[in-house]
């Protein structure tokens, strides 16, 4: 079973970026697509980025489109979320979540195996 354990978070001020990491233990990580998920208070947990098993494929919500990067690095079981320009609107907790799916959507019951998120807090 692949346990997900999410870094990276911190408190910036806007305009400023940060880049989360999940770090996967298992050797199979790399058979699972990855996704980001964000949950501000009050809020749903809501889709924000995915990428396939190779990398080949990334998907993000419109909301971060151009704002948001993720990559994989299957060699050092780990994804990372590259955030930029960051705006108070982008406060939440972020989780990192495997599919077991080769061809997910982006949605959150096509994923599981949640990490226990790590908060990023964003100043205006």
């Known amino acids: 079973q692949v346990q997900l354990v999410e870094s990276g978070g911190g408190l910036v001020q806007a305009g400023g970026s940060l880049r989360l990491s999940c770090a996967a233990s298992?050797?199979?990580?790399?058979?699972?697509?990855t996704a980001w998920f964000c949950q501000a208070p009050g809020k749903e947990r809501e889709f924000v980025a995915a990428i396939s098993r190779s990398g080949g494929r990334t998907d993000y919500a419109d909301s971060v489109k151009g704002q948001f990067t993720i990559s994989r690095d299957n060699a050092k079981n780990t994804v990372h979320l590259q955030m930029n320009s960051l705006k108070p609107e982008d406060t939440a907790v972020y989780y990192c979540?495997?599919?077991?799916?080769?061809?997910?959507?982006?949605?959150?019951?096509?994923?599981?195996?949640w990490g226990q998120g790590t908060q990023v807090t964003i100043s205006s």
């Open positions: 979540a495997i599919s077991p799916l080769a061809s997910y959507s982006p949605r959150e019951a096509d994923f599981g195996s």
């Open positions: 298992g050797r199979t990580f790399n058979r699972y697509p």
